[in-house]
Nanobody
Framework: VQLQASGGGLVQAGGSLRLSCAAS????????MGWFRQAPGKEREFVAA????????YYADSVKGRFTFSRDNAQNTVYLQMNSLKVEDTAVYYC??????????????????WGQGTLVTVSS
């Protein structure tokens, strides 16, 4: 699976952005998907995850209520709608695909495929 993330950019605090991640390859619908982010000088952190069918979503506490993760298996694409953005949301955002989460959807070690990242900058 190859992943291509897009949609990042510069936005003022309180604004919105929608990230997309398009997948190529076989059986996209068999993969759970996740978004992670990495701010300068910080570790990569979990943002959100979605079950392969789209039937369940999970969010980091820091984004819960502001971000919405969705997927369109017919289009081989996932989306991260980000509202009420804060300066602390500034980071490079990565989409990732997992064939098996095990017990931890938030661990980057459980994702086999990664996109190249898209930069989100939130200004005050």
């Amino acid at each position: 699976v190859q992943l291509q993330a897009s949609g990042g950019g510069l936005v003022q605090a309180g604004g919105s952005l929608r990230l997309s991640c398009a997948a190529s390859g076989r059986a996209f619908s068999s993969y759970h998907m996740g978004w992670f982010r990495q701010a300068p000088g910080k570790e990569r952190e979990f943002v959100a995850a979605i079950w392969r069918s789209g039937g369940a979503t999970y969010y980091a506490d820091s984004v819960k209520g502001r971000f919405t993760f969705s997927r369109d298996n017919a289009q081989n694409t996932v989306y991260l709608q980000m509202n009420s953005l804060k300066v602390e949301d500034t980071a490079v955002y990565y989409c990732a695909a997992s064939s098996f989460w095990g017990s931890d959807y938030a661990s980057p070690w459980n994702y086999e495929y990664w996109g190249q990242g898209t930069l989100v900058t939130v200004s005050s």
